[in-house]
């Protein structure tokens, strides 16, 4: 191969590499190392704790994230589901854990349906939720499921 072959693969190759986003690894030891805010919420009427993110997962936000965990389906149609820290019968829901031990997973494309307590990595779009009650403090968009 001549020498501008070469330089040429070579500079394909390495703008291909420099444009793949590899995603970040985190866990659910990160995930819940979060302190609260309280403020007053009008809907409710009442005070109720707000997230204050750590500059550790403030620096994921609107990063490629990859999280696994147990899978709680909440959506008949498979579009969404939650994926917790801990399985269904310890998870947030039964209050066994805290609200940042649960995210929402918004999935790319729906494939099929998931299994209750199934446990799945997934790697997607972290948003970070600052104050929707009515959401996860985690959102995960665009999300596919990544083989463990």
């Given at each position: 191969m001549n020498k501008g072959k070469y330089i040429i693969i070579s500079f394909l190759l390495f703008?291909?590499?420099?444009?793949?986003q590899d995603a970040v690894?985190?866990?659910?030891d990160v995930l819940?190392?979060?302190n609260f805010?309280?403020?007053y919420n009008a809907e409710l009427k009442a005070k109720v704790l707000f997230p204050k993110f750590t500059d550790q997962i403030l620096d994921m936000e609107n990063k490629t994230v990859e999280v696994e965990g147990y899978v709680i389906p909440v959506d008949p149609t498979g579009a969404i589901v939650a994926l917790s820290a801990n399985p269904y019968a310890a998870c947030y829901f039964c209050g066994k854990a805290g609200p940042a031990s649960v995210m929402t997973i918004k999935l790319k494309t729906v494939k099929k349906k998931y299994m209750t307590d199934a446990y799945k990595k997934f790697k997607g779009t972290l948003r970070l939720n600052y104050?929707?009650?009515h959401e996860f403090y985690y959102i995960?968009?665009?999300a596919e499921q990544v083989k463990n």
């Open positions: 703008s291909f590499s420099a444009f793949a690894e985190t866990n659910w819940q190392a979060i805010i309280p403020k104050d929707d009650i995960l968009e665009n």
